[in-house]
């Protein structure tokens, strides 16, 4: 259930002084407790407050449950996305591992000479790209990398959720968040398992 903006603010107060009296809650709001009356009775209605005679309301701790699915559910790419780390694809693979381990990533996205989206290079990808007869100071990232069309790509207004299925389904680590401009598929961020960590650790605090 969504909460109203007044009912957000009426279990934060509660929250902080609880146990508290429904006048005192309309104080605090600069409200008439009658105006406040329907707000309550939904909050103690849905479980979210309880009322005590001669006591007040107090918080029941119910958000874990449902407010918290629903905050995740609502969460957007572009709210938590991190920046990307763009290379040229004629980068060679030396020069990729050296940029991989100076801005501590563990995923690098090759662009084309139009600055759009042309590659995705992990770990493994530079790994295998010294593997063999590659002179990996000539070689080019081009020739190892995951290529278009065959880039799992995400949208600033997708849900964080999509998001985080797509890593569990593709089996990988990253995200390119991509904004399509004059047809040009510019990289703009990047969601990546540790980003879904982050989310998880700042909701549980
Ligand atoms: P690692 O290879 O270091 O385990 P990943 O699991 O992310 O890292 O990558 C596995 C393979 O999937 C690599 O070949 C990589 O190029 C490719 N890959 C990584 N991210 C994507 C993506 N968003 N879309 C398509 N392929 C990807």
Do not use: W
Not at 23 to 49: F, H, K, V, W
Not at 138 to 157: A, E, G, H
């Amino acid at each position: 259930m969504e909460l109203n903006e007044r009912q957000e603010k009426i279990l934060k107060i509660v929250k902080q002084h609880g146990p508290i009296t429904g006048s005192n809650i309309a104080e605090q709001l600069s409200l008439t407790r009658a105006t406040l009356r329907p707000d309550l009775a939904i909050l103690t209605m849905s479980g979210y407050l309880d009322a005590r005679p001669r006591v007040g309301y107090f918080y029941t701790g119910k958000e874990t449950e449902e407010v918290m699915t629903s905050k995740i559910r609502n969460i957007l790419v572009s709210e938590v996305q991190s920046l990307p780390i763009l290379i040229k694809e004629d980068t060679s693979i030396y020069e990729a591992i050296v940029k991989m381990f100076l801005e501590d990533v563990g995923t690098l996205y090759a662009i084309d000479e139009k600055r759009g989206l042309a590659g995705v290079i992990s770990r493994k990808d530079l790994l295998r790209g010294t593997m063999g007869a590659n002179d990996i100071e000539k070689t080019p990232v081009s020739v190892i990398m995951t290529r278009k069309p065959n880039i799992t790509i995400c949208y600033p207004n997708d849900l964080l959720i999509y998001a985080a299925n797509q890593l569990i389904e593709k089996q990988i680590d990253s995200l390119p968040v991509v904004e399509t401009q004059d047809g040009v598929d510019q990289v703009i961020g990047r969601v990546t398992k540790t980003t879904i960590t982050r989310v998880f650790v700042n909701l549980m605090e």
